[in-house]
Every structure is written in structure tokens, then in C-alpha cells.
């Protein structure tokens, strides 16, 4: 098993971050993977902790896939067997297969079918496939599987030379959907992790889906922020994206309102990233109340600090501006609009706030094609509302905080 010493380089604040991981490119039985396959499912697993899983009524055992190649695609058959999927260089074995003559000209453009070819006269009366399903159960009876079956049904329709390309691409992609199970190994990470959370239950994550989680971590300015607040209700999504993209030596606080602390299972995305437990252990668990009044300490102070909620936050906000160093940023996540409309009003009447935003996340998949270019139809294209501003340096914070420069970052004074 070949590993890699991946190191991660950061500046931050004129300084240089160091953090080094080791990561492998094969499969390990303690690591989270995820499994995406052709129909878009997706599963993420960890052999150590689950042996088998079904998946589209078949049964798969985990301990294959250990020291497998990451970013390899593999064929399911009937038993649970697994086959690697092999294609020439620059072809995507997660697409649809070839079945073009090989003696066809290397030059020959794809588009020139299209001038002489139309489906206009294709009808959906089912009957063009001249294989029923009894034939085409008989044929994975005697053993044709995989790409095999899909060239055997393609051949026996009577309309499928007639096709345009693209028509044909689409129709091989429908049966390999329905007949072919093939699933890429991929590693995770806080974007597909996101994905996979928002595909299998939306509401596990609050709705967060991964376009909205990048705007949230962008307006936050997580990467260049030393001290951060996060506070997530969304199975820790939001608090593995801070703690994936800010600077090694940066200290996270996640608050929650609970009477007591939360089990870790609540924030299972930061279990997937498969993190060292140096990185997990930057993340300090406080109560909101002892956030907010101390308990005898003094107040933390923040300049950066996202929050994922579903409830009315306005009192929430004004509770934790005092915590906000100056220049600090603030960005709320919620998917009712109602949630965040007084908080917005808060901000706006404080004026202690610039860029006050409150912006609809709204993101739609294309198909763009020559004369067939329009949104998929078949999409979720609502991800929720985020409220976001950035508190100005004033001269009250620069009574509050001495040591604090035009940019709101602390200055440390060098001894002559």
C-alpha cells in the first residue's frame, strides 16, 4: 500500500501554517469513503465499522473494496462480485459505452449523423424493443451481464440506428441505470460529504446543501480567521467545513443550546472527513449560556462566526455581537426566509454593520446542447436564505480592544 506525505500550506496573517497528513490512495479499513454509482446514490461507508450493506437489493461485502485504488469504478454482478471497470485513456467508465464500429474513422466528426438523422417520427408505443423481459431475464440466466446485456438490447431495437447520437447516448444511459449497478470509490470530502447528507435526507442537514455551505464559508472568511463560533444544527456539516478549510492553528468554538454537551454522533460529518485527531481536537464544545455570560471566565472573542439554525434568531444575534471582534464576520444559514428577516432588521438598525445581506440561494443543473439547451426539470433548486454582514471597526471596540488595527486584527508589539 503506497502512501503520501500530503502537506498543506496556509498563510495566514504573515504566517506560514503547516499540516501534515498521511493519506493513501488506496482504500483503508478504518478511513469513511463514498460510493457514488450510476444512478446518482450515493452511500458513505467504513469497512472497520459495517461488513456488508444493501444496495439496490444486492448485497455487498466491504472487505473487497479494502485496498482498492480510490477513484476506481466497479461492476456489481448478481452474487456480489466485483468486477474493475477498464476503458481507454480519456474515456469515463462511469459513461455510456461505446458501441461503435472500431474500423470507423479516427476523423470522422460526431456531428455529421446529425444533419441526416431526427427522431420526429418515434412514437412511445413500446414496441420497438423486440427482446421481452423474459428473454432478457434468460440472457442474465446464462451469464451475459455488465455492458454485454446493454449492446444485446440496444442491437434488438429496431429504432436505435435511426436515433440521433445524442438520443442514443441517452437511451444507453436509461438501460444501463436499470440493468448495470457500477459505482466509482471516491474520497470523501466536505463537498461530496455534503452531497451525499442533502441526497439521502435533506432535513438531517437542515437543508444545507454544498452550494450554500461554500457561500457560508466564503462570506464567513473562515480561511483567514483565527478565532471562530460555529453554531450547527446541521449534523456538523457547517462545523467540518470550517474545520476543513480554516488555518491548522485556528481555535473553533461550536456552541449549542442543550443542557448538556451533545454526543458526537450529532455531528457526524466530522467523523467522514477522516481528520487526525490533532485537527478534531481544535474544536472546543461550550454551552450558548456560558458563550454569553462567561460563568466566570472572561468572554471569548470572535472574528468569525456561522451559524446553521431553523428557529427565529434575532435574540440569538444580538446576544453574540458583543462577542465579535471588530472587522468580524457574521453569517446565519436558515431555510425559512422568516427566521432571519428581523435579525436582518437588527443589523440594518445597529449600524454597526456593513454589507448587511440577506441572499436567496437558488442554483439550477443545465443541459446545454446545440438547440436543446434548458434546465433539468428534475432538480431541487431551492437551498435555503443566508444573512451575512461584518462589524466595523469603531471607536468604541478600540476602547474595548487596545490592541486592535484599521482591519480589526489584534496587533502584537514587539519589544525594543
Known amino acids: 500500500e503506497m502512501c503520501i506525505r500530503d502537506r498543506y500550506q496556509r498563510?495566514?496573517?504573515?504566517?506560514?501554517?503547516?499540516i501534515v497528513m498521511d493519506i493513501t490512495d488506496t482504500v483503508r479499513e478504518e478511513e469513511y469513503f463514498v460510493l457514488i454509482d450510476n444512478r446518482g446514490e450515493r452511500r458513505i461507508v467504513n469497512i472497520k465499522n459495517t461488513k456488508t450493506i444493501k444496495w439496490r437489493k444486492k448485497l455487498i461485502k466491504l472487505d473487497q473494496l479494502k485496498g482498492k485504488r480510490y477513484d476506481s469504478v466497479y461492476d456489481l454482478d448478481k452474487e456480489g462480485n466485483l468486477a474493475e471497470v477498464v476503458t481507454k485513456e480519456g474515456v469515463d467508465p462511469m459513461g455510456v459505452p461505446d458501441l461503435s464500429d472500431d474500423n470507423e474513422e479516427e476523423g470522422k466528426s460526431e456531428e455529421e449523423p446529425e444533419e441526416t438523422r431526427d427522431n420526429r417520427n418515434f412514437f412511445a408505443e413500446n414496441k420497438a424493443q423486440k427482446l421481452t423481459n423474459e428473454e432478457i431475464k434468460g440472457l442474465k440466466a446464462k451469464g451475459v451481464e455488465g455492458e454485454n446485456i446493454i449492446q444485446e438490447i440496444a442491437k434488438n431495437n429496431q429504432n436505435f440506428e435511426a436515433k440521433t447520437s445524442f438520443s442514443q447516448r441517452k437511451y444507453?444511459?436509461?438501460k444501463m441505470q436499470r440493468h448495470l449497478h457500477?459505482?466509482?470509490?471516491?474520497r470523501t470530502s466536505i463537498a461530496n460529504i455534503a452531497e451525499t447528507l442533502f441526497v439521502d435526507d435533506a432535513s438531517s442537514v437542515n437543508f444545507l446543501r454544498w452550494d450554500s455551505l461554500g457561500v457560508v464559508l466564503h462570506?464567513?472568511?473562515v480561511a483567514l480567521s483565527r478565532e471562530i463560533l460555529v453554531i450547527d444544527n446541521a449534523s456538523g456539516v457547517l462545523l467540518g467545513g470550517a474545520l476543513s478549510r480554516s488555518s491548522p492553528t485556528a481555535n473553533l468554538t461550536c456552541g449549542y443550546f442543550d443542557d448538556k454537551k451533545p454526543a458526537i454522533n450529532k455531528y457526524r460529518a466530522l467523523n467522514f472527513l477522516n481528520l487526525p485527531r490533532s485537527q478534531t481536537e481544535r474544536v472546543k464544545f461550550v454551552s450558548f449560556e456560558a458563550l454569553c455570560y462567561g460563568e466566570g471566565e472572561p468572554q471569548p472573542r470572535f472574528d468569525s462566526v456561522m451559524i446553521s439554525t431553523d428557529f427565529e434568531v434575532s435574540k440569538v444575534i444580538a446576544k453574540i455581537v458583543p462577542l465579535i471582534l471588530p472587522s468580524g464576520s457574521l453569517v446565519v444559514y436558515s431555510p425559512f426566509l422568516e427566521v432571519l428577516g428581523e435579525g436582518f432588521d437588527y443589523l440594518t438598525k445597529e449600524k454597526r454593520f456593513v454589507f448587511v445581506m440577506l441572499n436567496d440561494i437558488f442554483m439550477r443543473e443545465l443541459q446545454v446542447l446545440k438547440l436543446r439547451t434548458h434546465p433539468l426539470m428534475n432538480m431541487h433548486a431551492f437551498s435555503g436564505f443566508i444573512l451575512s454582514?461584518?462589524?466595523?471597526?469603531t471607536s468604541d471596540a478600540a476602547d474595548d480592544l487596545l490592541c486592535v488595527d484599521l482591519g480589526g486584527r489584534r496587533i502584537i508589539k514587539k519589544k525594543k
Not at 498563510?11 to 503547516?18: A, I
Not at 457500477?182 to 471516491?186: A, Q, Y
Not at 454582514?389 to 471597526?393: A, F, I, P, V
Open 11 to 18: 498563510r495566514v496573517h504573515g504566517e506560514r501554517d503547516l
Open 172 to 174: 444507453l444511459k436509461k
Open 182 to 186: 457500477r459505482f466509482r470509490i471516491v
Open 219 to 221: 462570506k464567513s472568511n
Open 389 to 393: 454582514g461584518c462589524l466595523l471597526y
